[in-house]
């Protein structure tokens, strides 16, 4: 394992805990939460079109990458965002808090089932110390853990989606091909999935809140952060692996915290800070313990 994945972790932490902290101010300005994904995942398409095409060197997109992009883009990105937001009217913030607990254990097992990881009783270990803290986290912040059935069954479909798109971006990577192509191949197919679901709420009657003048600064922060997070979300994954890399969503999340605290003056329970120090505490041992097992 390279020495860099616990800085690329930690800066993919720090991207998510952005897009956290963004997404929560760009609500309070009317960005509806399809809107706020899907100007950040076109609003990235834009950048790093518009990189690729200044680099003399910059390779073409063909098909195998296009390919590649349109499935990792609905099933990484598309999907578990609307699966999320569909249910969020619908079920509590603890639901939807789990939501994101749940890829990492889920990438973990399939990853050893497939062969793409080995599974070893360290970084087990480990993998299961976040879990836990992720799930006392989901429950700290949120009086309640329920909702409808329905909304709820939906909404924990969302990991099965991420996790399974973690192993499809590993499985199936277009040999020779680098990070910033596939970040905008994914990008481009999660604004076009993205679109369609818009075009589809509106169809069915959904509206949508008029976004204040505010909210389209939060906007184009969001699609900045976005560019810059796509490449090194797929540098970790080429580095680290694919079960480092799911561990990114625990350390957004205790980032996160951090963020709200010291940037907005949110206040959290004692409960609140403890489940972070285990999720913290958890994948300090899952990634120390891979690398020694790896021999570095």
């Known amino acids: 394992m390279s020495r860099k994945v616990p800085i690329l972790l930690l800066l993919n932490g720090c991207v998510l805990a952005a897009h956290t902290l963004l997404a929560r101010q760009a609500s309070g300005h009317g960005v509806a939460p399809l809107i706020y994904a899907l100007v950040s ?22 098909r195998t990458v296009a390919l590649y992009g349109l499935v990792a883009g609905l099933i990484s990105i598309a999907l578990p965002q609307v699966l999320i937001y569909s249910a969020s009217a619908y079920v509590s913030a603890g639901i939807a808090s789990l939501a994101y607990a749940f890829p990492t254990p889920l990438t973990y097992v399939l990853a050893a089932l497939f062969g793409i990881e080995r599974a070893s009783a360290g970084r087990t270990l480990g993998v299961g110390i976040a879990f836990a803290g992720a799930i006392g986290l989901a429950i700290s912040r949120s009086a309640a853990v329920s909702g409808d059935a329905l909304w709820v069954g939906l909404a924990m479909l969302a990991p099965v989606a991420i996790a ?7 499985r199936f990577w277009p040999p020779g091909s680098q990070p910033l192509d596939l970040a905008f191949a994914m990008s481009l197919a999660a604004s076009l999935w993205l ?9 069915a009657g959904g509206r949508l809140p008029a976004i204040m003048p505010g909210g389209y600064a939060y906007l184009a922060a969001a699609a900045v952060v976005a560019a810059i997070g796509n490449v090194i979300y797929f540098e970790l994954q080429r580095s680290g ?5 799911s561990q990114i969503g625990y350390v957004g999340a205790v980032l996160g915290l951090l963020g709200g605290a010291f940037l907005l003056g949110e206040r959290y329970a004692a409960s609140t800070w403890i489940a972070a120090l285990v999720i913290a505490a958890g994948v300090a041992v899952s990634e120390a313990l891979k690398r020694r097992a790896d021999g570095r």
């Open 164 to 170: 399974f798109g973690n192993i499809y971006r590993s």
């Open 195 to 203: 679109t369609l679901a818009l075009l589809a709420t509106e169809a």
């Open 241 to 245: 692996g694919i079960v480092s890399f």
């Open 41 to 62: 995942a076109a609003g990235a398409a834009a950048f790093l079109g518009l990189y690729r095409a200044a680099r003399p060197t910059g390779s073409g997109i063909g």
